[in-house]
């Protein structure tokens, strides 16, 4: 197995990739009773050594969800019915959760609400306010 390109600046090395294959399920006829197609692909986040602690935190709070109690991302594919094209599969996925986890997010830039905005928001309290008081009128002097 080669190493995984995530981006330009990261590459995962093979080593740090455990692979392992087991029965799929669904559709295949006997196929899916005799081979091993399917590709469970763990990366250890923290046992890593080419992600620096910055990366690795980054990764820790993104993904979380999806980590086992470990810190381990783990992947199932069973898409196709061949070994090799799941396995490229997962590795795929996986370089794609990494880049998107680590991809840097854009800053929030506070805006003011606009002057006419405010203003119909202002009105819609008004005209709710005097619907309110009068349908408290009305009541008054039912009773």
Excluded: C, W, Y
């Amino acid at each position: 197995m080669d190493d995984l390109r995530v981006n330009s600046h990261l590459v995962l090395p093979a080593r740090e990739l455990v692979v392992t294959a087991a029965r799929s399920g669904g559709p295949g006829g006997q196929n899916v009773n005799k081979v091993a197609s399917k590709v469970i692909l763990r990366f250890a986040i923290a046992s890593s050594r080419v992600l620096g602690e910055r990366r690795k935190s980054l990764l820790f709070e993104r993904l979380k969800a999806r980590l086992t109690t470990g810190g381990e991302l783990v992947l199932h594919a069973s898409r196709f019915r061949d070994r090799a094209r799941n396995l490229e599969d997962a590795r795929e996925r996986l370089a794609l959760i990494l880049r998107e986890a680590l991809q840097s997010q854009k800053r929030r830039v506070a805006t003011r609400p606009t002057r006419g905005s405010v203003k119909r928001r202002v009105q819609e309290k008004r005209a709710r306010g005097d619907l309110k008081r009068q349908r408290k009128r009305r009541s008054d002097g039912d009773d």
